[in-house]
């Protein structure tokens, strides 16, 4: 057996398409990456950079298959447990990224303090999510975003480290999928190296995070 993971939308449908998943097998019989067949992939961590759903799930694989080094496309396939994607575990997984890379910025512009107070509004929103902690995300992120050309100006690092504090706090103000960039930007604030440690860490704390499992006997 072979098992693979997959973010889907609400309902259980795909991202694409209008297909409905439950526990039952599905079957495509042309396979064309990115665009026909069952598309999964190895890792929870490359699975969110293709889809950030609100459901996870673990799904089975055989048939047929077309490979790439984050993407798999199968030809059966079907889902054996899933779990709830809330907006707290993007947002937190947007405060863990920011929190990897922030020196890196603080290291060049020690005195501006912008991306970690985008960082501690989105904590603050984490903690207590009320409206007004939600507005506070907000203004933090957009005077987060302020710091963009002094970041751009001086190197692509710091300028991936400013992004990741901002995607940080308006994840939490308004779009959960902002916890995508705040991860991405975070791998690519370093050199090949430094990338490459980031990106680990950031796929284990996918795979080690607690979501509530979804009863599949009930959908």
């Known amino acids: 057996m072979k098992y693979r993971y997959k973010f889907l939308r609400e309902g259980f449908r795909s991202n694409s398409g209008n297909l409905v998943w439950d526990t039952k097998w599905k079957h495509e019989d042309e396979l064309i990456m ?3 067949g069952l598309h999964c992939s190895k890792t929870k961590y490359q699975a969110f950079s293709y889809v950030q759903g609100e459901i996870l799930a673990k799904v089975e694989v055989k048939g047929k298959s077309i490979k790439s080094e984050d993407k798999e496309v199968w030809s059966n396939m079907r ?3 899933a779990w709830k994607w809330q907006k707290k575990d993007s947002v937190s997984l947007a405060i863990y990224s920011a929190q990897l890379v922030l020196k890196n910025f603080e290291k060049k512009f020690p005195k501006d ?3 970690r107070k985008a960082i501690e509004a989105a904590i603050k929103y984490l903690n207590y999510p009320s409206i007004k902690n939600q507005s506070a995300a907000e203004s933090a ?3 987060a975003e302020s710091a963009w050309s002094a ?4 190197e692509s ?3 991936a ?3 990741a504090a901002w995607s940080a706090a308006w994840s939490a103000a308004w779009s959960a999928r902002s916890a995508w960039s705040a991860a991405w930007s975070a791998a690519r604030s370093a050199e090949s190296a430094a990338e490459s440690a980031a990106v680990k860490k950031i796929s284990k704390w996918i795979e080690d995070r607690e979501l509530e499992e979804i009863d599949l006997e009930k959908i």
């Open 157 to 159: 690092a710091w300028s």
């Open 161 to 163: 480290a400013w992004s």
């Open 79 to 81: 889902i054996v447990r």
């Open 141 to 143: 992120a957009r005077s």
């Open 113 to 115: 303090n912008r991306p």
């Open 34 to 36: 990115c665009k026909k």
């Open 151 to 154: 970041a751009w100006s001086a």
